[in-house]
Antibody, heavy 119, light 107 residues
Framework: QLQLQESGPGLVKPSETLSLTCTVSGGSISSRSYYWGWIRQPPGKGLEWIGSIHYSGNTFYNSSLKSRVTISVDTSKNQFSLKLSSVTAADTAVYYC???????????WGQGTLVTVSS | EIVLTQSPGTLSLSPGERATLSCRASQSVSFYLAWYQQKPGQAPRLLIYDASNRATGIPARFSASGSGTDFTLTISSLEPEDFAVYYC?????????FGQGTKLEIK
């Protein structure tokens, strides 16, 4: 059974870079020829797609975040990662990673990790 | 950029009743629409993909229809565990968009 787990600092200072890693177990990132995703959810609000990556390294990003986002993949570790630069309080959210299924829909998701931006 | 608008924002119903949730796209998305369920403190779970296909393990009381710009998720007879927030999502070669969600609460 495929499982995803996000990891990284829960507190990031304003203007710094948020870095998270998603570790995939129960299956190989390389076995799914579709796009793995990062999605976030500010407290009490809805879902926002951040970006997606193929195991080949091909990426595409939300246009509103594109200038600050980098997503990368390490197939040897079965992980993919998110970097979001120049963060502000508006980037405070639960960050989820998700697996592609039925082509490029998202399921399952990781449990999510809360990242707070504060000095 | 395609915008998905869900209605109503909140739906108050009782167990056993029928729930109908709507998702409207600002332009045609063909059948590239999914529905997710999110319970408090949990990650979203895929219910429906490609507008009308139930994901693995999803009960038959969940059904969906639509194409183009208007989509509907129907829960035929509400169970206590169905009270949650529901999101629609569109995917394309340029990105993904979520609706703002409909909260289904117990009346």
């Amino acid at each position: 059974q495929l499982q995803l787990q996000e990891s990284g600092p829960g507190l990031v200072k304003p203007s710094e870079t948020l870095s998270l890693t998603c570790t995939v177990s129960g299956g190989s990132i390389s076995s799914r020829s579709y796009y793995w995703g990062w999605i976030r959810q500010p407290p009490g609000k809805g879902l926002e797609w951040i970006g997606s990556i193929h195991y080949s390294g091909n990426t595409f990003y939300n246009s509103s975040l594109k200038s600050r986002v980098t997503i990368s993949v390490d197939t040897s570790k079965n992980q993919f990662s998110l970097k979001l630069s120049s963060v502000t309080a508006a980037d405070t959210a639960v960050y989820y990673c998700a697996s592609p299924t039925y082509f490029n829909w998202f399921d399952p998701w990781g449990q999510g990790t809360l990242v707070t931006v504060s000095s | 950029e395609i915008v998905l608008t869900q209605s109503p924002g909140t739906l108050s119903l009782s167990p056993g009743e029928r729930a109908t949730l709507s998702c409207r796209a600002s332009q045609s998305v063909s059948f590239y629409l999914a529905w997710y369920q999110q319970k408090p403190g949990q990650a979203p779970r895929l219910l429906i993909y490609d507008a009308s296909n139930r994901a693995t393990g999803i009960p038959a009381r969940f059904s969906a229809s639509g194409s183009g710009t208007d989509f509907t998720l129907t829960i035929s007879s509400l169970e206590p565990e169905d009270f949650a927030v529901y999101y629609c999502q569109h995917r394309s070669n340029w990105g993904n968009t979520f609706g703002q969600g409909t909260k289904l609460e117990i009346k």
